[in-house]
């Protein structure tokens, strides 16, 4: 089967505009997570997806935001971009069968190469 | 709330000796715990898991992990390392609700030839 693969792998922009980023889980894979890694702040979690609803989500502002696709491809969103949103935003999707979120996972998350952001 | 630690930013280990990356946790209720590996540009690839069952878990690339409950440790190991195992390491544990982890800082591994 083929990974989780994101584009674009690098992207560069300037404060105050928006960007795109896209994901694609394994094959049959139907949640989908965002992760964002920087230096200072380490892996924190934005938020996850399943059948086109997003289930959790981080401690992030609003100008972060998601969606999911009928084919479970994600898009995650970032307006009004700031220096601060600079980072490696990774993907990773699991399995989740049965759907279940009452509990923790015991899913094993698997990344794609993630979306270097560089903000201007 | 779950919180992951990882003691030690940077572990430098000479080629052919073993190695340990150590990792402890806070969780409340039963710990599902995890490591992943991420080379440079790279995202994180899995190495292993502990959900349930034996202490001592065996992952991909020789790694294990042995699961100690009463010092809430997770420690990765391997008997031998090599030059190529030098990259980050992190260690997660699930969540209470959902498809997501709280990640600790990680540890950068120096395999030195």
């Known amino acids: 089967k083929a990974g989780v693969t994101q584009t674009p792998r690098y992207l560069i922009k300037t404060r105050g505009q928006q960007v795109t980023l896209s994901c694609s889980p394994i094959?049959?894979?139907?949640?989908v997570s965002w992760y964002q890694q920087t230096p200072g702040q380490g892996l924190q979690f934005l938020f996850e997806y399943f059948s086109e609803t997003q289930r959790n989500k981080g401690n992030f502002p609003g100008r972060f935001s998601g969606r999911q696709f009928s084919n479970s491809r994600s898009e995650m969103n970032v307006s009004t971009l700031e220096l601060g949103d600079s980072a490696l935003y990774l993907c990773?999707?699991?399995?989740?069968?049965?759907?279940?979120?009452?509990?923790?996972?015991?899913?094993?998350?698997?990344f794609g190469p993630g979306t270097r952001l560089t903000v201007l | 709330a779950q919180s992951v630690a990882q003691p030690e930013d940077q572990v430098n280990v000479a080629e052919g000796n073993p190695l340990t990356v150590k990792c402890t946790y806070s969780v409340s209720g039963n710990p599902y715990l995890f490591w992943y590996v991420q080379y440079p540009n790279r995202g994180l690839q899995f190495l292993l898991k502990?959900?349930?069952?034996?202490?001592l878990v065996k992952g991909s690339y020789g790694f294990e992990a042995e699961f100690n409950k009463s010092q809430t440790s997770f420690h990765l190991k391997k008997p031998s390392a090599l030059v190529s195992d030098s990259a980050l390491y992190f260690c997660a544990v699930s969540r209470p609700y959902g498809q997501n982890f709280v990640f600790g800082p990680g540890t950068r591994l120096s395999v030195l030839p």
């Open positions: 990773a999707s699991s399995p989740n069968p049965r759907g279940e979120q009452s509990r923790p996972s015991t899913d094993t998350q698997y």
């Open positions: 094959s049959g894979h139907r949640s």
């Open positions: 502990y959900i349930t069952g034996d202490n």
